[in-house]
């Protein structure tokens, strides 16, 4: 299915596929699909450039086991969406490492959500893509709800609160996975932020002495949706 005709890179061809000794802690019994997921991202996502070939030799350390360790902060069950999924990170490791959440994978394009789709079903793995943008009504109103959105590299901070809480329930979080300027860019877009429906945020650390440097997380939390005047009297008067 993940076939690769191209001629290969001599230094992905020199990569080393075997999985580092942090990955059977992170992945445990289901580390063969884990594997398997590395190996697909080494050559079908190769050829179909959703993973630029110099990334290969940072598969493990970078991508994969980077974007599983953001299981430390998410809650038993919870439903996980993951937007602008790309190759499916953080979407699908997160899935392999916490067999226990419900992940939903929203990309846009068509080549990337062929990949998803072919590597679900060779694995058996539950999880449910959807072809569109956060942003669109279909796509809200069939992923709307969730516990956690999840995000890599998607787009700047303000732009990406308004795709992510309409997306969330009441109390639930977008977690993004952000560089080390990332306290600088909460400063900036914090108004934006606020008006997408944002309210207490934390800048956290996942996967201490598992992966290095540890995967930088912002935590926000959705505020509860304010209602009409009529609602808030009504309330007030009981």
Same mark, same amino acid.
Request: net charge negative.
């Given at each position: 299915?993940?076939?690769?005709? =191209? ?28 594997? +398997? ?41 919870? =439903? ?20 226990? @959440? ?6 846009? @394009? ?20 959807? +072809? ?19 995000? =890599? ?13 309409? @997306? ?49 997380? @912002?935590?926000?939390?959705?505020v509860a949706r304010t209602v009409g005047r ?9």
């Open positions: 299915m993940f076939h690769v005709e =191209r001629e290969v890179d001599p230094e992905v061809a020199s990569a080393d596929p075997t999985p580092p000794p942090a990955a059977a802690e992170v992945f445990g019994d289901r580390l063969e699909i884990a594997e +398997r997921y590395y190996t697909a991202l080494a050559t079908a996502g190769v050829e179909r450039g959703l993973i630029g070939p110099r990334e290969v030799p940072r598969l493990w350390d970078r991508h994969i086991l980077n974007c599983a360790v953001l299981g430390e902060i998410i809650p038993e069950g919870a =439903r996980v969406v993951d937007i602008g999924s790309g190759a499916g990170l953080p979407g699908i490791p997160l899935a392999i490492a916490r067999p226990d @959440l419900h992940v939903t994978l929203v990309e846009p @394009l068509l080549r990337r959500t062929v990949f998803l789709a072919e590597f679900i079903a060779a694995t058996g793995l539950g999880l449910t893509v959807i +072809r569109g943008r956060a942003e669109q009504p279909d796509v809200r109103k069939e992923a709307g709800g969730a516990d956690v959105v999840t995000s =890599r590299a998607v787009a700047p901070l303000g732009k990406l609160a308004q795709w992510s809480m309409p @997306l969330v329930h009441d109390g639930g979080r977008m977690l993004a996975l952000k560089g080390s300027s990332v306290a600088e860019e909460l400063e900036r877009d914090r108004a934006e932020v606020e008006r997408a429906g944002g309210g207490r945020s934390e800048i956290l650390e996942c996967g201490a002495g598992i992966v290095s440097p540890p995967t930088v997380v @912002l935590s926000i939390e959705r009529a609602g808030r009297k009504s309330r007030k008067n009981r």
